[in-house]
């Protein structure tokens, strides 16, 4: 992979975001998580300013970021996809919803579209399991589907555009 | 003063009273209770500590708990009865090192580990006979081979020694466990090579790698090729630590010094010439010394370019170290090259000559207790064109490795000496290979030059020891040089850190990448945490200076012929021609 070089001042958040938890080793998982949100990823020159300022090996940080599933190093697609595994949702289908994701987009799970376009992620319980099965469409929940209805979904999201 | 509380336990049959704080498995050795261990190590002495207590091959019984508890990372506690030899606990440890076994590599035969695996000798000790976890897939993890290292992970059994050497030890930062489950890997960020991350090279990690997963670049084969060939002359040198540690792969006591036996060895194997590193350490005393007296007396003269301190730039890893962390400092050590190369250059260019031997027939071979080494051979500053000045460095495992092949039984061999003029060296030279040594061997002639008198006290005692961090003050007629020494790359990055924000007090700096100096090289034979080992071979070198006649380098005879012969002086440019370098900027971002 390329390596992707920062805009500036998304480095400069980067860094106030460490000053903001006092350049402190012990927060490396929030420093992290927040500069997650800034972009949806974390690129590899971001890791870096990180190890940077908190004084610490770029491999621990790399080894925390590819410890937990939450932090990523590929970027989100315009409409992150997440497909709730929880057990209500993986019961009444959401394995079914998520293959026909799959196979719609061309991706696999942790992966985005060519275009950027799609980003697709498996989550855990989002609390709305009265819905079962849910997908969620970055911030918006859509409940109770069936693989049929992924098609028109797909489409209204990008005939909206 | 308050008292150290003790707590009194009983372990097996045995009472015994601890200081608090002492863990199960401490109080168990004080006893003589020897509790297996795969993860843990602890290095008294240094800062070498690792208890991760991952393994679970210590587990023992403690009456009133439920669950076997890991004796490395247990605390005894008032009126605790462990047991540490039930049934139970011996199913237990059985069943973690199949366990583990499960997902390790079956190569025993061929592994460049055998009969030195902490994890092999486990499996002998507990009986295991056969597998009984087959299932899990193996997974095909990183292999590399780099200058100096070579990475197997699939053998790796994330004992994470590896990683705490490399981040607290040596703060390199190197290497770290990245993903997790069956995934997991131990590999520098990003999953990079090691040839692309920070890592030294010392090989620190190699030395306490309880398995095959870390080993070093093998050359024993390609030293069989060379010394076979009737076209080549193929000469060696043999850096000071070797011959304290070398008898140790023969079964002989650690500190055991085998310097006569080692040079016959080498020429029954075939060499043309047995030369030694220790005359190139006494010609690096003679560089540096009159590069750390130029300094000096140009700072003292007001002359602002003249940078102190001056550091001491024989270690290979050390110099990877500042060129990756501290390139804004590039200017401050010495730009005498290593006793190796110094070897290297003065036996092609010189010596090579005056023998009439054409270069593309002589092999430079080193034999070093050190993994960078390896790398440094490979340095294109120190190579003409695509010759290298040393063609490769064998470390003392390989070499004892090799001596078997060659049916040499060491302890057989009856004492020798080095061939001249390139094998004469001074007590100076000799103690190179220990923390200390280096500074020691400067200060023998830095005093003599400096002050214009004799030394009534050779030893400078005051230098010596394995404190990581030891400074010392050293009357040169009235001026008071102060000295500092560090080994253990992370004792360094402290005093560069000092010197980086103005805080530094010191003259001279001797630096080692590896505790203890040479003496614990990535390249010597596996001491398996103890650091007594260390002790006797630096014991044994300080042993060795003690019975020369000559001990300052600039007494060296030959050393005196070189300068006289060929080089003029000390800094002249000849000698920075051959026996100097310059640093490079190699910081990642």
């Known amino acids: ?123 855990r319980c989002v609390g709305a399991c009265g819905l079962a099965p849910v997908v969620m469409i970055g911030e918006k929940v859509y409940g109770r589907l069936q693989a049929a209805d992924i098609k028109g979904i797909l489409e209204n999201l990008i005939s909206a555009e | 003063m308050e008292e150290k509380k003790v707590v009194s336990l009983k372990i097996d049959r045995h009472e015994i009273t601890v200081p608090e704080g002492t863990t199960i498995l401490e109080a168990a050795r004080l006893l003589g209770i020897d509790i297996p261990t795969l993860c843990h190590v602890d290095i008294k002495g240094t800062c070498i500590r690792n208890t991760p207590a991952s393994c679970r091959v210590c587990v023992v019984e403690i009456e009133g708990r439920k669950n076997l508890a890991p004796a490395c990372s247990t605390r005894c506690t008032e009126g605790m009865v462990v047991l540490t030899s039930t049934l139970r606990v011996m199913n237990a440890r059985k069943i973690v090192t199949e366990l583990i076994l499960s997902d390790h590599p079956n190569e ?119 010394l ?103 200017d401050i050590p010495s730009t005498a090259r290593s006793p190796q190369q110094m070897f290297g250059s003065v036996a092609k260019h010189y010596w090579a000559k005056k023998m009439g031997i054409p270069k593309e027939k002589l092999v430079v071979v080193s034999i070093m207790p050190c993994l960078a080494k390896k790398y440094e051979c490979d340095r294109d500053e120190f190579k003409d064109g695509k010759v290298p000045d040393v063609d490769y460095s064998l470390s003392t495992r390989e070499l004892a490795r090799i001596i078997k092949r060659f049916n040499i039984s060491l302890e057989n061999m009856a004492d020798s000496d080095f061939d001249k003029p390139l094998g004469e060296s001074t007590g100076a030279g000799v103690i190179f290979g220990t923390t200390g040594g280096v500074m020691e061997a400067a200060l023998r002639s830095v005093y003599e030059i400096y002050t214009g008198k004799p ?10 020891g394995f404190e990581g961090i030891r400074e010392a003050e050293i009357d040169l007629d009235g001026f008071k040089l102060k000295v500092g020494i560090a080994h253990g790359l992370g004792n360094a990055r402290r005093l560069l850190n000092d010197i980086r924000s103005g805080k530094n007090h010191y003259h001279v700096i001797e630096i080692m990448a590896c505790p203890g100096g040479c003496v614990g090289g990535g390249g010597q034979p596996i001491h398996h945490g103890n650091s007594e080992i260390l002790k006797a071979r630096a014991e044994a070198l300080y042993r060795e200076d003690r019975n020369k006649v000559l001990r300052k380098a600039h007494e060296n005879p030959f050393i005196i012929k070189l300068y006289e012969d060929y080089l003029g002086k000390p800094l002249s440019e000849k000698a920075h021609q051959l026996l100097h370098t310059h640093y490079f900027n190699k910081q990642n971002d």
């Open chain 1, 1 to 123: 992979m390329a390596e992707i070089k920062l805009a500036c001042n998304i480095a400069s958040q980067v860094e106030e975001i460490c000053d903001r938890h006092h350049n402190k080793p012990g927060e490396l998982i929030n420093i992290l998580h927040e500069a997650q949100s800034l972009q949806g990823y974390l690129p590899e020159a971001m890791q870096r300013i990180i190890a940077r300022k908190l004084d610490i090996p770029v491999s621990k940080v790399y080894g925390v970021v590819t410890f937990y599933t939450f932090f990523t190093m590929t970027p989100k697609g315009k409409y992150p996809i997440s497909v709730c595994m929880g057990t209500a949702c993986y019961v009444r289908g959401g394995e079914k919803l998520l293959e026909e994701l799959k196979r719609r987009l061309g991706i696999e799970v942790g992966q985005t579209t060519p275009d950027g376009k799609f980003s697709l992620d498996c989550l």
């Open chain 2, 108 to 226: 025993c035969l061929t592994c460049p580990k055998s009969g030195d695996c902490e994890l092999q000798n486990l499996a002998l000790r507990f009986n295991i006979r056969e597998m009984p976890f087959n299932g899990g897939e193996l997974s095909s993890r990183k292999r590399e081979v780099t200058a100096s290292i070579v990475r197997n992970m699939d053998k790796c059994i994330f004992c994470r020694r590896c990683e705490t050497v490399c981040n607290e030890v040596q703060t390199v930062g190197a290497l770290g466990a990245i993903r997790r489950g069956f995934n997991t890997t131990i590999a520098p960020a990003f999953d990079k090579m090691m040839a692309e991350s920070e890592c030294t090279y010392c090989g620190q990690c190699v030395a306490v790698c309880p398995v095959g997963a870390l080993t070093e670049r093998d050359h024993t084969n390609r030293l069989l090729e060379d």
């Open chain 2, 228 to 330: 076979t060939d009737p076209d080549k002359v193929v000469i060696v040198q043999t850096a000071p630590a070797v011959r304290a540690a070398l008898g140790e792969e023969f079964g002989m006591k650690p500190g055991t010094l085998v310097t006569g036996k080692m040079v016959t060895a080498l020429r029954e194997m075939g060499f043309d010439y047995v030369f030694d590193t220790d005359f190139a350490a006494d010609l690096t005393i003679m560089e540096e010394g009159s590069e750390i007296l130029q300094r000096l007396e140009n700072h003292l003269h007001g002359d602002k370019s003249a940078k102190l301190p001056i550091l001491t730039s024989c270690c290979p890893a050390w110099v990877n170290f500042f060129e990756h962390y501290f390139p804004d400092m590039l």
């Open chain 2, 455 to 464: 030394l009534a006290r050779i030893d400078f005692q005051e230098v010596r």
